[in-house]
């Protein structure tokens, strides 16, 4: 693509099981789908001069009682369809002009059931000291 200078899209298959705080299938594939993820997100970013977008889809199933659900359509009934038929227009979609602007997504899609992962590492507090932390100024500012 690159070469060709013809843009383009490039889609990854990852996993939610990268993060074992939604159920851990061990810690080897809990690695091998955080690597595509973060092969992803480099590959986002340097391939984004070359008007090449990269996406990972997750096709896998997250528990509803941990999201917001924005309900959409008549129902929650017969929601998720595993395989490809549950993730296939997400795929045809990514590749569109409209989606041209779209890439370093991380997104999980089963029939009627869409998500749109926020980031890894994103920072949760961040504290500056000038000079060195104690170890008493550290219990005080890390919460339990």
Known sequence: MV?????????NFASRGAFPFWG???SSYAVAKAGILGFT??????????DIRV???CPMPVPLSSLQ??????????????GPVGYCPLIVYLVTDPAKNITGQFIYAAGGDFCIFDRPLQPKLYIRKIGKWTVDEL??????
Do not use: C, F, M
Not at 3 to 11: A, E, F, N
Not at 41 to 50: D, P
Not at 139 to 144: A, K
């Open 41 to 50: 997100t480099a590959l986002s970013q340097e391939l984004k001069k070359y």
């Open 3 to 11: 070469k060709q200078k013809s843009g383009g899209s490039i889609i």
């Open 139 to 144: 219990g005080d500012v890390i919460p339990h």
């Open 24 to 26: 851990s299938a061990g």
């Open 55 to 57: 996406n990972a889809i």
């Open 69 to 82: 659900v924005i309900p959409r359509g008549n129902g929650y009934t017969e929601n998720h369809q595993p």
